[in-house]
Structures are given as structure tokens and as C-alpha cells.
């Protein structure tokens, strides 16, 4: 009886920590990678592109508005990889892409 206790209690606690590890899944990362980069760099962040998980935590993509301009389809945007660790800390960033709003995809 006191082992069925245990083993119970045991799963009961694996199930919290499997809970616990899906609550910071691809929208906490996508989350995380936008509000650090915007305070980091000082420019809005338009959405995210890409969230892939990675050996040690998250890789995201963030799309961010570099230089407003009138009309708004030549304003110039960027594309950031993002670095987080399983926490959601940042690890490291880069832009990898620059381009304006209007362009399409090449």
C-alpha cells in the first residue's frame, strides 16, 4: 500500500513537470524572442516567422520594423534569429535579412 503511495505521488509529480515543460513551449519562446529583441535593439517587432526547436531550447525568427517610412510598403524590416535557451533566456541574436515591406519573397 505505502509503495502504491509512492508511485503515485512519483507520476504525480513527472505529470507537473511535463505540464510545466509544455507551458513554455513555441508561444512562450515566440513571446520571450520578441519582447527581449524589441528591448534590446528599440524597434518594434512586427510577428514572428519561424519557431524551431533546437538541442539546447529555441530558435525564433522575428520580423521587426526598422525604418518607418510613408507609404507604409516601403518601410524597411528585418528578420532576427533568436537564441533562447529551454527557459527562454536569451542565448544570442542576429539579423540575418533586411528587406522592405512591399518586396516579395525572392
Same mark, same amino acid.
Given at each position: 500500500m505505502a509503495q502504491e503511495r509512492r508511485t503515485h505521488a512519483?507520476?504525480?509529480?513527472?505529470?507537473? %513537470?511535463?505540464r510545466? @515543460?509544455?507551458?513554455? =513551449?513555441? *508561444?512562450h519562446a515566440a513571446n520571450a524572442a520578441c519582447q527581449t529583441l524589441e528591448? $534590446?535593439?528599440?524597434?518594434?517587432? *512586427?510577428g !514572428?516567422?519561424? !519557431?524551431?526547436?533546437?538541442? +539546447?531550447?529555441w530558435c525564433v525568427v522575428v520580423d521587426v520594423l526598422e525604418v518607418p517610412r510613408i507609404p507604409d510598403t516601403t518601410s524597411l524590416l528585418a528578420s532576427y534569429e533568436v537564441q533562447l535557451d529551454r527557459a527562454g533566456e $536569451? $542565448? @544570442?541574436?542576429?539579423? !540575418?535579412?533586411?528587406?522592405?515591406? =512591399? %518586396?516579395? +519573397? @525572392?
Amino acid at each position: 500500500m505505502a509503495q502504491e503511495r509512492r508511485t503515485h505521488a512519483g507520476s504525480s509529480k513527472t505529470a507537473a %513537470a511535463s505540464r510545466a @515543460e509544455s507551458a513554455r =513551449g513555441p *508561444e512562450h519562446a515566440a513571446n520571450a524572442a520578441c519582447q527581449t529583441l524589441e528591448g $534590446l535593439i528599440g524597434h518594434p517587432t *512586427e510577428g !514572428v516567422s519561424a !519557431v524551431r526547436r533546437s538541442d +539546447d531550447g529555441w530558435c525564433v525568427v522575428v520580423d521587426v520594423l526598422e525604418v518607418p517610412r510613408i507609404p507604409d510598403t516601403t518601410s524597411l524590416l528585418a528578420s532576427y534569429e533568436v537564441q533562447l535557451d529551454r527557459a527562454g533566456e $536569451l $542565448l @544570442e541574436y542576429r539579423r !540575418v535579412r533586411r528587406y522592405r515591406r =512591399g %518586396a516579395a +519573397d @525572392e
